[in-house]
């Protein structure tokens, strides 16, 4: 099964990332690639390990020492079957200015991904010229989202509508309100003429939480309750397309 996960800059992705991903390793084999290709992100993903600049994804999609996808993926320390791709702290990452023109080299790293793993979740940055966009729209089973229900996630999701027109990707699209605090949400959606599939609440404590490299699903409070409460509702609705 692959599933993209989209949206502006700083709206949840990779936390939704890590939740989802969490709760699917725990009945198959998973591999999450942060396609951020202008910092480490890494490090933060696979807390506590000790990673070699020859094993990122930024080497991988510009030639890389092998090209085989196996090297640049890394295991979760704590949880079992779960896989990383991403920047290291260690490579040097200024030297990946990689844009669309690498998209054929993104679409082979998904394909190889997706004959490794049961899951792949495509853990999209929000610019534009991602190489790994264009598969993304086009392969994924689903593409989640993301969505802040204010005036500038309507502007968002207004401008990119005619990309996922153009990649045939709007019955495939899982709309997903993202970092709600008390917004009108159900103006969102009559603005937006879109459902949300699952409205994930703002979590003071998932930054920390991120920082310390636990389990987005694990906040004590209410709103991280809502928060796995919702992330579950949608890891439901991808196991339905998996199955
Ligand atoms: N629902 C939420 N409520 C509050 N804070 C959140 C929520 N989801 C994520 N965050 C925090 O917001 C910040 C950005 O989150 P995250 O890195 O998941 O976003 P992103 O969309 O992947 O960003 P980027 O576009 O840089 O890849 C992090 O500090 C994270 O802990
Ligand atoms: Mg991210």
Request: net charge neutral; charged share 25%; proline share 4%.
């Amino acid at each position: 099964m692959l599933t993209a996960i989209w949206g502006r800059d700083s709206t949840g992705k990779s936390t939704l990332s890590d939740a989802l991903g969490g709760l699917l390793a725990k009945r198959s084999v998973t591999a999450i690639l942060d396609t951020d290709l202008t910092q480490p992100t890494l490090p933060q993903r696979v807390n506590g390990k000790k990673l070699s600049g020859d094993t990122s994804l930024g080497k991988a999609i510009s030639g890389g020492i092998t090209s085989d996808i196996a090297h640049y993926l890394h295991r979760h320390p704590r949880r079992k079957g779960l896989f990383y791709a991403g920047l290291t702290d260690a490579d040097e990452y200024m030297t990946y200015e990689i844009g669309l023109e690498a998209k054929d080299a993104a679409q082979d790293l998904i394909s190889q991904c997706t004959g490794l793993a049961d899951t792949v979740i495509l853990d999209l940055s929000g610019q534009r010229t991602d190489p790994f966009i264009p598969c993304a729209l086009a392969r994924a089973e689903k593409v989640i989202v993301l969505i802040t229900p204010d005036v500038q996630g309507v502007c968002w999701f207004n401008a990119v509508k005619p990309l996922l027109e153009a990649m045939d990707a709007q019955g495939r699209v899982l709309p997903v309100a993202s970092m709600i605090d008390r917004h009108a949400v159900d103006a969102v959606e009559k603005a937006l003429d879109l459902r949300f599939v699952a409205k994930l609440p703002y979590v003071r404590e998932l930054r920390q939480i991120r920082d310390t490299g636990a389990d987005p699903l694990d906040g004590a409070t209410r709103a991280a309750a809502r928060y796995a409460k919702q992330v579950r509702t949608l890891c439901g609705l991808l196991k339905e397309v998996g199955t």
